[in-house]
């Protein structure tokens, strides 16, 4: 399967502990994208890459959220001291960019997390 | 805010048309409009997008109004599977990819 992976597909974990997902993109996209989902909601942008540049960042994404990818390949999100209110899905999502003007983005199957 | 609005739900009926409207009115001359969809507890899937034209490929057809302030996306022959919520999206603007979604479209298919 060639589609972006997302790990892990399920996380529950307490209160005031750190998590980290995982994104491995589509090979050679250029662009990764982060969005958090939750229920009965559409997906609400975080932040995206190019490349391994953070270009912008939502508001959404408070100090206690960190993402990065590091080699230009895949990404790592992190919130720390998570709080009931992080539960959601959190989605990733990849895209090949030529020159700035925008591509098909491509999802993958998301990281549901629960917060105790 | 998304620049989109779609009816809450929608009911069809397995084998027949599904047509689902989205009105964009505030629509620029360079946004695309984007259709995904997200079928319960899976990430969003890539449908079909336009610009101006209609455009069809082998999951759907897009049709734009002639003033670009509304589309329709038609599922000719809708299956089971098809039930799903469905986004219709305006790309935002020139320099970013981020999408805007809204709370889009539940299509229940019936058999």
């Known amino acids: 399967d060639t589609g972006v992976s997302q790990n892990p597909r399920h996380k529950i974990t307490k209160r005031g502990q750190n998590v980290t997902f995982r994104c491995d993109p589509i090979s050679e996209h250029n662009r990764l994208y982060w969005y958090r989902q939750t229920l009965g909601q559409g997906p609400e942008f975080l932040t995206y890459f190019q490349n391994e540049a953070q270009l912008e960042k939502s508001r959404l994404l408070s100090d206690r959220f960190s993402a990065e990818r590091p080699k230009g390949s895949f990404s790592t999100l992190e919130i720390q001291r998570t709080e009931q209110g992080d539960s959601a899905m959190y989605l990733c999502?990849?895209?090949?960019?030529?020159?700035?003007?925008?591509?098909?983005?491509?999802f993958g199957p998301g990281t549901r997390l629960l917060v105790l | 805010d998304a620049k989109t609005t779609q009816p809450t739900s929608m009911d069809c009926a397995e084998g027949r048309a599904a047509n689902l409207p989205c009105n964009h009115s505030?629509?620029?001359?360079?946004?695309?409009v984007y259709w995904y969809r997200q079928i319960h507890s899976q990430g969003p899937q890539y449908i079909i997008h336009g610009l101006k034209n209609n455009e069809t490929n082998e999951m759907a057809s897009l049709i734009i109004t002639e003033d670009r302030k509304s589309s329709t996306l038609i599922l000719p022959h809708a299956t089971l599977r098809d039930t799903a919520v469905y986004y219709c999206i305006v790309r935002a603007s020139y320099n970013t990819d981020k999408l805007i979604f809204g709370t889009g479209t539940r299509l229940q298919v019936f058999p």
């Open positions: 999502a990849s895209s090949l960019v030529p020159r700035g003007v925008g591509e098909t983005q491509y």
């Open positions: 505030t629509i620029s001359g360079n946004e695309y």
